[in-house]
């Protein structure tokens, strides 16, 4: 199993960037691609980024395609999400999920509690 704990979100304006991480506990964090997903107010819960269990291959969501990056650093345990230009349509609660590489949410077996992102305008 691996336990999931995001940080980094926040209230940012419009243009802004933030940097959201995703700290993974236990010993299995690199057998596991790695997503994030988003979830506006009333919305479903949605695809942002995806990366393969050794980082070497990352897949976007149209909607945050150049804007956004997904990393991770094994030895660390940690993933990431760096985004840039943000936009008021990006206010939502940010998941980093534990799985198989996938744009599907149902693909991905762990969940961290998510953290908020505001984007102001």
């Known amino acids: 199993q691996v336990q999931l704990v995001e940080s980094g979100g926040g209230l940012v304006q419009a243009g802004g960037s933030l940097r959201l991480s995703c700290a993974a506990s236990?010993?299995?964090?690199?057998?596991?691609?790695m997503g994030w997903f988003r979830q506006a107010p009333g919305k479903e819960r949605e695809f942002a980024a995806t990366?393969?269990?050794?980082?070497?291959?990352?897949y976007y969501a149209d909607s945050v395609k150049g804007r956004f990056t997904i990393s991770r650093d094994n030895a660390k345990n940690t993933l990431y999400l760096q985004m840039n230009s943000l936009e008021p349509e990006d206010t939502a609660v940010y998941f980093c999920?534990?799985?198989?590489?996938?744009?599907?949410?149902?693909?991905?077996?762990?969940w961290g509690q998510g953290t908020q992102v505001t984007v102001s305008s």
């Open positions: 236990g010993r299995t964090f690199g057998s596991y691609a």
């Open positions: 999920a534990a799985g198989v590489r996938s744009s599907d949410p149902k693909s991905f077996d762990y």
């Open positions: 990366i393969s269990r050794l980082g070497l291959n990352t």
